[in-house]
């Protein structure tokens, strides 16, 4: 949940530069999207399944909810594009609903996650879900869903030109004897420091192919190289 970088911002510590430690196969990151997380939270009427028409079932009103951000969320975000990135996307991560086969439910949870490009907010994001879901209650006086935040992680975007960039690259070099750059769909700690103005970019050892899986592993001779251009930052430092 980045709560430790939340927190050092929070108490107000401000680093001249930070790099951010993540699996980039030893590429310097220079953009990465952000995350938004809410839970959908939708309300029936429960009542016996062997008379339904008593009750109003929430899971029903929450297959409603999520086709209608699908039809109309989903390719209004695949037409906006990020030269590196891509387009923002939307899932529904999971669903819970319902007590027992014979009983209507009267309650359905949802978590759903919004990904953000480089200057698009959680909420803006939030108002776009809003403005989807209007015409379901405008036009449903027992359509009840509610959309609360549970997470948020800024999008991260640095000039390559920046002095952190070019300490971190020319410490590849003098290492590696090249430098490379990357873009990446996922978020790290990284916006959050960049969100409160600390210049800062991504780079470490490993691959993300490698990383949230069964055996998640890395590679030595990666970690002994990385090792290597960690000490060299720091060492060239005092350019900042």
Same mark, same amino acid.
């Given at each position: &949940? ?22 980039? +196969?030893? $590429? ?5 999207? &952000?995350? %938004? ?6 309300? &029936? ?19 409603? #909810?999520?086709?209608?951000? *699908? ?7 695949? #037409? ?19 007590? +027992? ?9 949802? *978590? ?12 803006? %994001? ?24 549970? +997470?948020?992680?800024?999008?991260? #975007? ?14 590849? $070099? ?12 996922? #978020?790290?700690?990284?916006g959050v420091f960049k969100a409160a103005g600390v210049p800062c970019t991504v780079f470490g050892p490993g691959s993300d192919a490698q990383a949230h899986v069964v055996d998640e592993y890395i590679e030595i001779d990666q970690v002994v190289i990385a090792s290597r251009i960690y000490a060299e930052i720091v060492r060239d430092s005092g350019a900042l």
């Open positions: &949940g980045a709560g430790g970088a939340r927190a050092l911002m929070a108490d107000g510590f401000r680093p001249t530069a930070a790099v951010v430690g993540e699996p980039t +196969q030893l $590429r310097v990151l220079l953009a990465h999207k &952000g995350a %938004a997380r809410w839970r959908l939270t939708t309300r &029936g009427l429960a009542a016996h399944s062997s008379m339904p028409e008593r009750g109003r079932n929430a899971i029903v009103t929450m297959a409603r #909810a999520i086709a209608r951000l *699908e039809e109309v969320v989903g390719p209004a975000l695949a #037409a906006r594009r990020h030269p590196d990135l891509g387009s923002p996307t939307l899932s529904v991560g999971t669903v819970r609903g319902g007590t +027992q086969v014979n009983v209507v439910p009267d309650r359905c949870e949802a *978590e759903i996650d919004r990904r953000l490009l480089p200057g698009e907010s959680a909420d803006a %994001a939030a108002a776009e879900l809003e403005r989807a879901l209007a015409p379901l209650r405008e036009g449903d006086a027992g359509f009840h869903a509610e959309l609360v935040p549970t +997470q948020a992680f800024p999008p991260y #975007a640095e000039d390559r030109e920046s002095a952190i960039v070019r300490i971190v690259a020319d410490a590849c $070099r003098g290492e590696r004897g090249a430098s490379e750059f990357w873009h990446a769909p996922w #978020a790290t700690n990284a």
